[in-house]
């Protein structure tokens, strides 16, 4: 009797059980022979779906071919293969098998989840099924597990490895069942390399000093390219080419050491838009896969969403939320692409920006990707915190890629610190009301709010960005910045923190309200970025009457105030170590106990508390800030269900802005948001050309950021 593991597709052939359990095997192999682990994966994939041999199961499948409805599906089919694993003494198996669909357990789950005496007799059948039709299970043992891993957290991402390679597996040949694709030929590594070389070539020869030092600091990373596999550091002063420089050094790395594809991870979506592109015009379009909650792309391509889904490209730009918590997660969806970091080589660029509660674990898994996955790590940024201050980093040898590189910050000094001796957001205004073109960046919308009625009051027409105005709205002022900038016309901006990474602006004053320090020196690279003037000037403002967000980025605040009344120079490499020595001795970097959760292991709980940004927020359309009507064409179709939701998404995205949960309850009460469907409003209060969304009431304490 033949056995099925899926029901049939278009061209009415069933997907037997043993050709599904066979090919899954041997893709989990495959996958997995990139750390070592090859023929666990193999006995993962011949295991994964043995409950469906179950009699129950074969005819549901039946059934549901012919229509009938509410057929009894059988028995979980995932526990007869964790039932067959604890008896060929593979216990670190059975995470990974009953996880495979709905996501890795903790050990205390799967423990009750084996205590039911009902769920045990019918898998039991089913795996007795399964031995008599698949000869292949007769014949594994725990001969081909890996031995005990004495550590929990190697443990613990040994599992998250395995189980990626397995579901990835999964998915895959089902996909192949129902829906098979032609998988387009992916360009070499060396490939790329040879168009990268050509592309430096028609740089020419250096023609000014910062030219001559980006070329040197070019030089040194393909030297550091040689170095073997492992952890480095590059620290370029802003302006030194480290976007171009960087995947240099990746390119020849993963060449020289058999390496198989390039991570590029950045802390912002538009980051990772202008970065993607810079690539796309060396390597050309469908070499570089952008993955990020919002690429367009994604929805228009099969094999791009598939290689979102699996990152199996050569070159990946990605958001770091989307690496970070792809690792720790516990879901099937998130955690296929996970084996693909394996003989990686992975640039973590603004590293400074990794959320300090969180360095414990974020710090460890990227050692362990080093150390056990063959993964090389960058550590990329201007600002380079001192990671080697926290117990959990102290081991790994981190390499400079630059070597003396304090040399290339004292040659790019472009700018000059000052305090501000401000005492209101009058007397700032009318400061910087005096200046032709200058930026000012706060640290909440409602100071930003508080600047520009101050600007206004005196007369003076600024612009504003800030995540009260939605993404086109944000995209048409930063152009319209652009012009006025290049026309050498006036130029007020008042920001807050949106603007700090990913855009590429150049003013020739910055003002910056007292903030983390990384985040001042971040706005500093905002300041006479392409080296026009002898000398720019960032103003560091620090008014009574000013907010701050509360826990780490007011803690942070008072140890930058600290150490800038100290007298530090942030023109060098070395100036913000004191900032961090006092940081990490006062900040918990795992505050969340995520540490402790891994060693039992939980995996459930690791992925909730492993959050990098708090997305505790609803999406908001507003549609009166330009094609209203159309915009409202799109509601009214999105909640009558008339066409495509994710084209319909993609059309309203830039016309979303995201609010905190508690601010949106409140706007709810009122009346000024009304849901279209779920997870997604519409603002029916003011929008207004400058301010973007206009909440009834300036109260400062949820109006942050």
């Known amino acids: 009797m033949d056995l099925y593991a899926h029901s049939s597709n278009l061209s009415g052939t069933r997907h037997t059980l043993g050709e599904h359990l066979r090919r899954v095997a041997d893709l989990a192999k495959g996958f997995a022979g990139a750390f070592g682990y090859a023929e666990a994966a193999a006995v993962l994939g011949l295991l994964h779906d043995i409950g469906k041999a179950h009699p129950d199961f074969q005819a549901y499948l039946l059934a549901a071919e012919s229509g009938a409805r509410h057929a009894p599906r059988g028995p979980d089919h995932k526990m007869a293969g964790v039932l067959l694993a604890l008896e060929r003494g593979m216990g670190a198996a059975a995470l990974a098998l009953q996880g495979h669909h709905g996501g890795l357990q903790s050990a205390g789950a799967l423990k009750a989840w084996l205590a039911d005496n009902a769920a045990r007799e019918r898998a039991t059948q089913a795996l007795h099924q399964a031995l008599e039709a698949l000869p292949e299970l007769a014949g594994i043992d725990d001969a081909v597990w890996p031995a005990t891993v004495n550590d929990p957290l190697s443990a613990e991402v040994l599992v998250r490895f395995l189980f990626s390679s397995l579901v990835d597996a999964d998915y895959l040949d089902t996909a192949a069942h129902f829906q098979p694709m032609p998988t387009p030929e992916q360009e070499t590594l060396d490939v790329l390399w040879q168009r990268f070389e050509a592309h430096h070539a028609l740089l020419g020869a250096p023609r000014s000093p910062v030219d001559v030092m980006r070329a040197q600091i070019y030089g040194h990373c393909l030297a550091a390219a040689e170095m073997p596999a492992g952890l480095f550091r590059l620290a370029v002063p802003t302006g030194g080419g480290k976007t171009l420089s960087g995947m240099g050094f990746a390119l020849r790395h993963a060449l020289l050491h058999g390496q198989e594809r390039i991570v590029v991870a950045v802390p912002y979506i538009s980051i990772t838009e202008q970065t993607a592109q810079v690539y796309r015009d060396v390597f050309g379009e469908q070499v570089v896969l952008e993955h990020h909650s919002q690429a367009e792309e994604l929805g228009e391509d099969p094999w791009m969403r598939l290689a979102a889904e699996n990152w199996d490209a050569p070159i990946i730009v990605t958001t770091t939320v989307q690496l970070l918590e792809s690792l720790f997660s516990n879901k099937p969806q998130r955690a296929r692409k996970v084996h693909r970091l394996a003989r990686s080589v992975i640039i973590l660029d603004e590293v400074q920006s990794l959320p300090v509660h969180l360095l414990d674990a974020t710090l460890d898994m990227l050692k362990r990707l080093t150390s056990d996955y063959g993964a090389s790590i960058v550590l990329s940024t201007a600002t380079q915190p001192a990671f080697d201050l926290i117990d959990t980093f102290r081991d790994p040898a ?12 004292s040659r790019m000094r472009r700018v000059r610190y000052e305090p501000g001796r401000h005492t209101s957001w009058g007397d700032l205004a009318a400061d910087l009301g005096q200046q032709r073109q200058a930026l000012a960046i706060v640290n909440t919308k409602a100071d930003a709010m508080a600047l520009l009625d101050a600007l206004e009051a005196l007369g003076h027409h600024p612009l504003h960005l800030s995540t009260q105005l939605c993404g086109a709205h944000r995209r048409a002022v930063i152009a319209e910045m652009r012009r006025r900038l290049s026309a050498g016309e006036p130029c007020q901006l008042v920001s807050t923190q949106v603007v700090e990474a990913g855009v590429d602006i150049d003013f020739p004053v910055v003002y910056r309200a007292m903030g983390p320090l990384d985040a001042i020196v971040q706005a500093a690279g905002r300041c006479n970025r392409e080296g026009h003037l002898r000398e720019g000037r960032v103003v560091v403002f620090d008014l009574p009457e000013a907010h701050t967000a509360p826990g780490f980025y007011r803690t942070a605040t008072g140890e930058a105030r600290t150490v800038l009344a100290q007298g530090i120079d942030l023109n060098t490499l070395a100036g913000v170590r004191p900032y961090y020595e006092l940081l990490y001795r006062d900040v918990d970097t795992d505050a969340d106990n995520i540490q402790a959760y891994r ?14 940004i708090d ?5 908001v359309v507003v549609p009166s800030y330009e094609r209203e009507d159309w915009v409202m064409q799109c509601l009214e179709s999105l909640a009558r269900r008339q066409e495509d939701p994710v084209r319909l998404l993609r059309h309203l995205q830039p016309y979303i802005v995201n609010v905190y949960r508690r601010r949106a309850d409140e706007y709810l009460r009122q009346g000024l948001l009304s849901e279209v ?3 997604l409003y519409v603002w029916a209060g003011r929008y207004d050309a400058i301010r973007g969304m206009v909440p009834p009431s300036s109260d400062p304490s949820g109006f942050v950021i």
């Open 599 to 612: 060693r039992e292991p939980n995996y459930p709980e690791v992925a909730a508390r492993y959050r990098l």
């Open 615 to 619: 997305d505790d927020s609803i999406a």
């Open 677 to 679: 469907v779920s997870g």
């Open 398 to 409: 981190i390499r400079d890629i630059v070597p003396e590189a304090e040399r290339y910050y």
